[in-house]
């Protein structure tokens, strides 16, 4: 699971650096996915947003046991 993560945070990665922004993947606990936004998106009052909207979104569109994400 943890690898079909990291491919789908591939295809959120350049949206988030074309904003001076990127996601590292922390930990999977139990379906939820704890990543870290850091650069420009660390420190975003959008970052939130972004995190459920579109990173949320995609990771469950793309790894169906996927159940929230969460910034840590």
Do not use: H, Y
């Amino acid at each position: 699971m943890r690898e079909d993560i990291e491919k789908a945070l591939q295809k959120i990665r350049p949206a988030l650096q074309a904003d001076g922004g990127d996601i590292e993947l922390v930990d999977v606990v139990d379906g939820v996915v704890k990543v870290r936004l850091t650069g420009a998106c660390g420190g975003c009052p959008m970052s939130q947003m972004t995190l459920k909207q579109g990173v949320e979104r995609v990771l469950k569109e793309e790894v169906p046991e996927v159940k929230g994400v969460e910034a840590v």
